[in-house]
């Protein structure tokens, strides 16, 4: 039942700016947390960012300073606003979701993932 649709990648040029959407199926309060990873050619996933139900967050350190994450409750939506971007950017983004099932488990769902490219 959990579905994670995003949105909004493709080509930029380095210093350019794009936004990555994440709409989820039902209300995104539901979730204990929500953030973005993203995989290299090569590379393991690693995060980039996440936020909290609570509304903490924390970065991945190669993206500290340059991109945020941000939710619209009203829209059931995360975003991630990426600017000063790099080629080392370059990657598949994936949304995640996290869900309580019990106060012992957890479950964790992800997109299809989003194709960012920077180059010139």
């Known amino acids: 039942q959990v579905q994670l649709v995003e949105s909004g990648g493709g080509l930029v040029q380095p210093g350019g700016s794009l936004r990555l959407s994440c709409a989820a199926s039902?209300?995104?309060?539901?979730?204990?947390?929500m953030g973005w990873y993203r995989q290299a050619p090569g590379k393991q996933r690693e995060l980039v960012a996440r936020?909290?139900?609570?509304?903490?967050?924390n970065y991945g350190d190669s993206v500290k300073g340059r991109f945020t994450i941000s939710r619209d409750n009203a829209k059931n939506t995360v975003y991630l606003q990426m600017t000063s971007l790099k080629p080392e950017d370059t990657a598949v983004y994936y949304c995640n979701a996290v869900l309580d099932i019990s106060i012992v488990t957890v479950a964790n769902y992800w997109g299809q993932g989003t194709q960012v490219t920077v180059s010139s």
């Open positions: 039902g209300s995104i309060s539901r979730y204990k947390a």
């Open positions: 936020i909290t139900n609570s509304g903490s967050t």
